[in-house]
């Protein structure tokens, strides 16, 4: 593999480390994602990857080391916070859209008060992208009135609308109905052949073989392995990593 | 017959045609007594007392009253004057509850802790000893002669004297209905479906529609100005006694300190609650978005809580609706007061009663009503998935 110049970075996270009191969550995490690069990270629960990604966004706060979003350095300063947020969309496993506003409202919401983009602009971004994740006719109904794979493409397309450079995927399907998991994969799949920089955290193993440029398997808080799929599905170097694949493809 | 009896509807029908008739039974048997033991000491039953003159005079009262007016009328006044002190103390308390309950679910520490002693103290303390306390602190303050002085207010013993507009009451009126009109209107215009359009605009037709009302609260407040008169009644000290402006007297003020401060302790909660509701899920969201904290804050954490506490705050407004009957101990006549006073001097104690019960009723039942429609208009469409 290259090694990807400053310009071509789009996170770097180097010797982070996160405790929630006394309990040290994430241990000395060394991350780069070049543009467009598609990562996903993998583990049993409890193993901090969500915490990891969460860390890249800010929503939860790392302890030590460093983490670079798009050549922003993430610390305690509210404008890098902000900058980095308006470039970093995230999906959440349970959608978390706003119950209280339409599918369009959610969608425009963001661009309108971030980008302080015009009404008119925002909703035909909202309409694009609403089409793009393939239900447009859903624009005025309220996300309580959708299927979950249908919220969670909404949630998908609110992301969008924002434009932002990174995508962050925390566990998209692990709500979903088996049913609904192959509706929202397709949408990230298109994303992902379309140059979206990606870092998903998920269990979905065809995914990861399709898509990924490189699959992080983390337990206890540490990357244990990092490899292209076609290497860390046939020959892992970890034992822990060889247990967890064979639970997890195992039947 | 036994296999007729055997059968679950003739059952259910029968039951309740047995209740029902139970019900009746015991409604006529008490009437009747109570009829008998009437007519045995000699009281007329009815309700033709209501328009005989009372024969005594109101300490606090809206509308013009006098000793020579029926009791229909008292009673009105009566209904209005327990509507003032509750909308006041309603309002109030829906303020002091909002500060506590965000002071308790705040980030600071300190906010925190205070709201939580707030709440402590004033919810565990009973109402009559809070309505007592106000009252014997209002009455403490020093007499007319050494008044506090400021902003044209005189605080005394007797009562806060406020500058009061030298306005005729119909204009008032008419300016009071303009204000009222000025909160109403934004959110009946938020709600209606000719407007649900963009945001944006949705947000300026709201912003000129409070302004013009408010507008017009000016212009009504100019047209009806009484001739040759500044335009402020501000009070004064002449002689011993106290002249112009208006009087709250220290049985309102004590009351509505009361129940904006007992209330307060009790609507905290409810708000704490409420915000304890919003899913962490969708403030996350908001935040990844790059929304603002106040963004995130009036958009979302807020419109979310709200409809939480909605329910329980309805069943808190009917409450503290109920506790200016608390007026009685301080001698401010509200509803309950005017119907004791009624009692003693008609002895017509059923009716009064009757009367009484029913007005409440009538009250409450508007303000659950009320309510319902807002929790109505306002739920969350759909299936909600707790994240």
Same mark, same amino acid.
């Given at each position: 593999?290259?090694?990807?110049?400053?310009?071509?970075?789009?996170?770097?996270?180097?010797g982070?480390?996160?405790?929630?009191?006394?309990?040290?969550?994430?241990?000395d995490?060394?991350?780069?994602?070049?543009?467009?690069?598609?990562?996903?990270v993998?583990?049993p629960?409890g193993?901090?990857? =969500?915490t990891?990604i969460?860390?890249?966004?800010?929503?939860?706060?790392?302890?030590?080391?460093?983490i670079?979003?798009?050549?922003?350095?993430?610390?305690?300063?509210?404008?890098n916070?902000?900058?980095?947020?308006?470039?970093?969309?995230?999906?959440?496993?349970?959608?978390?859209?706003?119950?209280h506003?339409?599918?369009?409202?959610?969608?425009?919401l963001?661009?309108?008060?971030?980008?302080?983009?015009?009404?008119?602009?925002a909703?035909?971004?909202?309409?694009?992208?609403?089409?793009?994740?393939?239900?447009?006719e859903?624009?005025?109904?309220y996300?309580?009135?959708l299927?979950?794979?249908?919220?969670?493409?909404?949630?998908?397309?609110?992301?969008?609308?924002m434009?932002p450079?990174?995508m962050?995927?925390d566990?998209?399907?692990?709500?979903?109905?088996?049913?609904?998991i =192959?509706?929202? @994969?397709?949408v990230?799949?298109?994303?992902?052949?379309?140059?979206?920089?990606?870092i998903?955290?998920?269990?979905?193993?065809?995914?990861?073989?399709r898509?990924?440029?490189?699959?992080?398997?983390?337990?206890?808080?540490?990357?244990?392995?990092?490899?292209?799929?076609?290497?860390?599905?046939?020959?892992?170097?970890?034992?822990?990593?060889? @247990?967890?694949?064979?639970?997890?493809?195992?039947? | 017959?036994?296999?007729?009896? !055997?059968?679950?509807?003739?059952?259910n029908?029968?039951?309740?045609?047995l209740?029902?008739?139970?019900?009746g039974?015991?409604?006529?048997?008490?009437t009747?007594?109570?009829?008998?033991?009437?007519?045995?000491?000699?009281?007329?039953?009815g309700?033709?007392?209501?328009?005989?003159s009372?024969g005594?005079d109101?300490?606090?009262?809206?509308?013009?009253a006098?000793?020579?007016?029926p009791?229909?009328?008292?009673?009105?006044?009566?209904?209005?004057?327990?509507?003032?002190?509750?909308?006041f103390?309603?309002?109030?308390?829906?303020?002091?509850?909002?500060?506590?309950?965000?002071?308790?679910?705040?980030?600071?520490?300190?906010?925190?802790?205070?709201g939580?002693?707030?709440?402590?103290?004033?919810?565990?303390?009973?109402l009559?000893l809070?309505?007592?306390?106000?009252?014997?602190?209002?009455t403490?303050?020093?007499p007319?002669?050494?008044?506090?002085?400021?902003?044209?207010?005189?605080?005394?013993?007797?009562?806060?004297?406020?500058?009061?507009?030298?306005?005729?009451g119909?204009?008032?009126l008419?300016?009071?209905?303009?204000?009222v009109a000025?909160?109403?209107l934004?959110i009946? $215009?938020?709600?209606?479906?000719l407007?649900?359009?963009?945001?944006?605009?949705?947000?300026?037709?709201?912003?000129?529609?409070v302004?013009?009302?408010?507008?017009?609260?000016v212009?009504?407040?100019?047209?009806?100005?009484l001739?040759?008169?500044? $335009?402020?009644?501000l009070?004064?000290?002449?002689?011993?006694?106290?002249?112009?402006?208006l009087?709250?007297?220290?049985?309102?003020?004590?009351?509505?300190?009361?129940?904006?401060?007992?209330?307060?302790?009790?609507?905290?909660e409810?708000?704490?609650?409420?915000?304890?509701?919003v899913?962490?899920g969708?403030?996350?969201?908001?935040?990844?978005?790059?929304?603002?904290?106040?963004?995130?804050?009036?958009?979302?954490r807020?419109?979310?809580?709200?409809?939480?506490?909605?329910?329980?705050?309805?069943?808190?407004?009917?409450?503290?609706?109920?506790?200016?009957?608390?007026?009685?101990?301080?001698?401010?006549?509200?509803?309950?007061?005017?119907?004791a006073?009624?009692?003693?001097?008609?002895?017509?104690?059923?009716?009064?009663?009757?009367?009484?019960?029913?007005?409440?009723?009538?009250?409450?039942?508007?303000?659950?009503?009320?309510?319902?429609?807002?929790?109505?208009?306002?739920?969350l469409?759909?299936?909600?998935? !707790?994240?």
């Open positions: 593999m290259t090694v990807p110049t400053t310009q071509e970075i789009a996170v770097r996270v180097e982070m480390s996160k405790y929630y009191g006394t309990f040290h969550a994430l241990r995490i060394n991350l780069t994602v070049a543009r467009g690069e598609k990562i996903v993998c583990g629960s193993s901090g990857k =969500s990891m969460r860390c890249i966004n800010r929503l939860e706060e790392h302890n030590a080391g460093s670079m979003v798009l050549g922003t350095e993430l610390n305690d300063d509210v404008g916070i902000d900058e980095i947020r308006r470039e970093v969309g995230m999906v959440f496993q349970h959608f978390n859209l706003f119950p506003m339409t599918v369009l409202e959610n969608c425009v963001a661009p309108m008060l971030v980008r302080k983009m015009p009404r008119a602009e909703e035909a971004t909202a309409r694009r992208y609403l089409e793009k994740v393939r239900i447009p859903q624009a005025s109904k996300p309580g009135q299927s979950g794979g249908q919220q969670q493409r909404v949630a998908i397309a609110r992301s969008l609308c434009q450079q990174i962050l995927f566990e998209p399907t692990s709500a979903l109905d088996p049913e609904m =192959s509706e929202v @994969l397709d990230m799949v298109t994303l992902a052949s379309e140059g979206m920089t990606m998903c955290v998920t269990h979905e193993m065809g995914f990861a073989r898509v990924a440029d490189r699959v992080i398997f983390m337990d206890a808080g540490e990357i244990v392995e990092e490899a292209p799929p076609e290497i860390f599905f046939t020959s892992a170097k970890s034992e822990r990593t060889q @247990l967890f694949l064979s639970q997890v493809l195992g039947h | 017959m036994f296999k007729l009896l !055997r059968n679950q509807k003739v059952r029908a029968l039951l309740q045609a209740y029902v008739g139970a019900l039974a015991l409604v006529i048997a008490g009747l007594i109570a009829r008998q033991n009437l007519a045995a000491q000699g009281i007329t039953s309700f033709d007392f209501l328009f005989k009372t005594w109101l300490g606090f009262s809206l509308l013009p006098s000793a020579n007016d009791y229909w009328w008292y009673f009105i006044i009566g209904i209005l004057n327990t509507l003032f002190l509750g909308s103390g309603l309002a109030l308390a829906t303020l002091v509850g909002m500060i506590v309950g965000l002071a308790q679910t705040s980030a600071n520490d300190l906010a925190k802790l205070l939580r002693t707030y709440v402590d103290v004033f919810r565990n303390i009973p009559i809070q309505v007592f306390f106000w009252y014997a602190l209002i403490h303050l020093p007319p002669r050494s008044a506090h002085e400021g902003w044209g207010m005189l605080l005394t013993s007797r009562g806060l004297y406020l500058p009061a507009p030298n306005v005729g119909l204009a008032l008419a300016a009071s209905l303009a204000v000025a909160i109403v934004p009946w $215009l938020g709600r209606t479906s407007l649900s359009r963009p945001l944006g605009q949705r947000f300026s037709v709201q912003l000129a529609a302004a013009a009302a408010l507008v017009c609260a212009l009504f407040l100019f047209a009806g100005r001739p040759d008169s500044p $335009l402020l009644d009070p004064s000290l002449q002689g011993l006694n106290l002249r112009g402006g009087r709250i007297p220290p049985e309102f003020s004590a009351l509505v300190v009361a129940i904006a401060i007992y209330g307060g302790s009790y609507i905290g409810i708000v704490r609650g409420g915000f304890k509701a899913g962490k969708q403030v996350e969201a908001a935040s990844s978005l790059g929304l603002t904290p106040w963004q995130v804050f009036t958009l979302v807020l419109p979310l809580a709200l409809r939480a506490m909605l329910p329980i705050l309805a069943n808190q407004y009917v409450w503290l609706m109920k506790a200016t009957t608390m007026g009685i101990a301080v001698g401010f006549t509200d509803f309950f007061m005017i119907t006073l009624t009692i003693n001097h008609s002895g017509q104690t059923l009716e009064a009663i009757g009367i009484l019960m029913a007005g409440f009723l009538a009250i409450n039942l508007s303000l659950a009503a009320l309510f319902n429609r807002i929790n109505k208009a306002i739920a469409k759909g299936n909600q998935l !707790r994240g």
